[in-house]
């Protein structure tokens, strides 16, 4: 058996919003209804085996130079064998196709992001970010994630 890496679904919909609301339930995440993942979906990538998403995480655009990792759930007992590093590689490298310059990611998470090489940023210097989504957050303006971002390389 191997864990395959793909682009979601329509049919991963259900399982994408029962993995991420695991870890909203446990304060580790912000929920997603079933209509934002499906309304996102395009977005998503999962980790799966034999029909089973293990993880998953989208990239999402936020301007024409930014991008933001979200939504990065691995299944419980999946951790530590590298699902959520082979997700954000293969958004990161979507990110690169699409021409951004930079990804970043909202996180309680912080070292394992620091350890794929994003920096922490003041969430000051993320404005696009603020106004489209943290504005209507419930932790809005006391969120207590982490930002970080990642300066992509060009070619």
């Not at 679904?9 to 909203?24: M, R």
């Not at 530590?80 to 309680?108: K, M």
Request: hydrophobic content about 45%; overall charge negative.
């Amino acid at each position: 058996m191997s864990v395959t890496v793909r682009a979601a679904s329509v049919a991963d919909g259900q399982a994408i919003c029962e993995l991420v609301n695991t870890y909203a339930r446990r304060g580790l995440m912000l929920p997603l209804s079933q209509s934002a993942v499906y309304q996102a979906i395009r977005d998503f990538v999962v980790a799966e085996e034999e029909g089973q998403v293990l993880a998953c995480g989208a990239l999402q655009i936020t301007w024409g130079d930014l991008g933001e990792i979200r939504s990065l759930a691995v299944a419980d007992g999946w951790q530590g064998r590298g699902l959520g590093r082979r997700i954000v590689e293969e958004l990161l490298e979507e990110a690169r196709e699409l021409g951004l310059p930079r990804v970043f990611a909202l996180t309680y998470q912080e070292a394992f992001f620091q350890r794929l090489g994003f920096q922490p940023i003041g969430k000051e210097s993320l404005p696009q970010k603020i106004w489209a989504d943290c504005i209507d957050c419930i932790k809005f303006p006391n969120c207590d994630e982490e930002a970080l971002v990642l300066h992509l390389e060009e070619g």
